[in-house]
């Protein structure tokens, strides 16, 4: 159960079908059954602005549904306070969708709701998630100004109607992720890692993570998500308090079914206020996302900074005294191994070597 599958690369589409079908999801399919697919569509910004779920990892989902004999799929999301989930689909690429493989699209603030006892807290769900027989959760990986990330555990968010997310931040939102998760059970977590935010659930600071990622326990998940963007699973209160309600337990095991190296050589402009820190030469995506994250959470902690970091392929033959990022840089001291190294191992480094 807390074993994580993790495809790198930019195709969504193909990355989800070979990621799924590497970790096994046709085991968990029959024919006739119902299934939900829960994205993060939080508000109307395309994927590429770091906030919501690339519809090609969603396609690439449907594909292998379809593949395996799976006729009854829904996406089903219910969009921030502030927005329209109906105005949501088309921004972000959902009614092309269910134009394209035919399946149905449910806006739950019209949903009707069920209200249940978890541990002594009363909450208010969307009916139609806790009706299907699969549930497939596919979160976005990035950051998040309150609770620090927002990847499986608080994508379930999306399950309840308007008024439960008011009264959710008024509880500090932590307790009633965690208790939302042992009240609706989710099959199997996707997500989607290509494009994360830096900072905001709302988009804005796009970083390119490069990856997809799966598994079947959303604690698992996130404690091993929380690491790739430079936190331990314990800063993040709601996954340990998931864990102690029942609802799953930290990752122990992380198969790569291919390998990070040369997958997308990063293209998008490094943030402008880190950009006179880091020496870039052909760095894939995935090793300079977790440099941006691991410098954005030193910097939020208010850690020195590395003056001199390298970065990239081009560093390979080469020696130096700046931080190292990655395999391709283990002739400089300090360096950080992996390929790619996550944003917590980066930062451990940084918190030892620049004070
Ligand atoms: S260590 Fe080198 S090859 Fe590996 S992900 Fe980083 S830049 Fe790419």
């Known amino acids: 159960m807390s074993t994580i599958w993790v495809q790198y690369g930019t195709q969504g589409r193909t990355m989800a079908k070979e990621l799924l079908s590497g970790a096994g999801a046709q085991e968990l399919l029959s024919r006739g059954m119902k299934v939900g697919l829960k994205p993060n569509l939080v508000l109307s910004k395309p994927s590429a602005s770091g906030a919501t779920t690339d519809p090609q990892v969603t396609a690439g989902i449907i594909e292998f549904l379809q593949d395996h004999g799976i006729a009854d799929i829904t996406i089903m999301e219910s969009s921030w306070v502030g927005d329209s989930t109906k105005r949501a689909f088309e921004a972000c690429g959902y009614n092309d969708i269910q134009k394209q493989y035919g399946v149905n699209l449910l806006d739950l603030k019209r949903d009707r709701t069920a209200t249940f006892d978890v541990d002594g807290i009363a909450l208010t769900l969307c009916r139609a998630p806790l009706e299907v027989d699969l549930l497939i959760n596919v979160p976005v990986l990035k950051a998040h100004c309150q609770t620090k990330i927002t990847c499986a555990l608080k994508n379930l968010k999306g399950c309840i109607p308007d008024s439960e997310k008011r009264r959710y931040h008024t509880m500090g939102l932590h307790t009633p992720i965690a208790a939302l998760n042992k009240a609706l059970p989710q099959h199997l977590i996707v997500v989607d890692g290509i494009i994360g935010d830096l900072t905001f659930e709302e988009g804005g600071t796009p970083v390119q993570m490069g990856r997809v990622m799966a598994g079947r326990d959303p604690v698992a998940i996130d404690s091993y998500c929380a690491e790739l963007l430079g936190y331990q699973p314990e800063d993040i209160d709601y996954i340990p308090l998931a864990q102690s309600m029942g609802v799953g337990s930290f990752y122990t095991q992380v198969i790569e079914r291919n390998q990070g190296k040369g997958q997308s050589l990063q293209s998008v402009p490094i943030t402008r206020r880190f950009q006179h820190r880091i020496s870039e030469d ?61 944003a917590a191992d980066i930062l451990r480094t940084i918190k030892e070597h620049c004070s």
């Open 282 to 342: 052909q760095a894939c995506s995935s090793c300079l996302g977790s440099l941006l994250h691991a410098l954005q959470r030193a910097s939020e902690n208010g850690s020195p900074l590395p003056d001199a970091v390298v970065i990239g392929q081009g560093f390979q033959a080469r020696t130096g005294s700046a931080l190292g990022i990655g395999r391709c840089t283990k002739g400089y001291s300090p360096h950080v191994p992996g390929c790619p190294p996550s």
